[in-house]
Nanobody, 122 residues
Framework: QVQLGESGGGLVQAGGSLRLSCLAS????????IGWFRQAPGKEREFVAA????????PYADSVKGRFAISRDNAKNTVYLHMNSLKPEDTAVYYC???????????????WGQGTQVTVSS
């Protein structure tokens, strides 16, 4: 089972950028699709983006399409979430997760990281 750890969160002003990283431990990282989800205070966890095993499929939530980009480096066991033009409504804890397919459904994923906080000030 793969273990995941997120980093790169922080405080940024609206319009700014951040890059989140998801580092996986264990073998066969390239056998997993990786997803990013987020959860704001008082709200349910929601899908942000996902990437298939070799990067050929990258679905995005409508709310981040055109602003966020997901990529992966299988040699480094890392997936990145590049976040641009950040808005206060992007404030949330961001989680990465591993599963079999690049899906928007949290139930398709088995392993979850601890999360990293992203705060966007207005």
């Amino acid at each position: 089972q793969v273990q995941l750890g997120e980093s790169g969160g922080g405080l940024v002003q609206a319009g700014g950028s951040l890059r989140l990283s998801c580092l996986a431990s264990g073998r066969a990282f390239s056998s997993y699709a990786i997803g990013w989800f987020r959860q704001a205070p008082g709200k349910e966890r929601e899908f942000v983006a996902a990437i298939s095993r070799y990067g050929g499929n990258t679905p995005y939530a409508d709310s981040v399409k055109g602003r966020f980009a997901i990529s992966r480096d299988n040699a480094k066991n890392t997936v990145y979430l590049h976040m641009n033009s950040l808005k206060p409504e992007d404030t949330a804890v961001y989680y990465c997760t591993a599963g079999g397919i690049a899906s928007s459904r949290s139930s398709d994923y088995a392993s979850w990281g601890q999360g990293t906080q992203v705060t966007v000030s207005s």
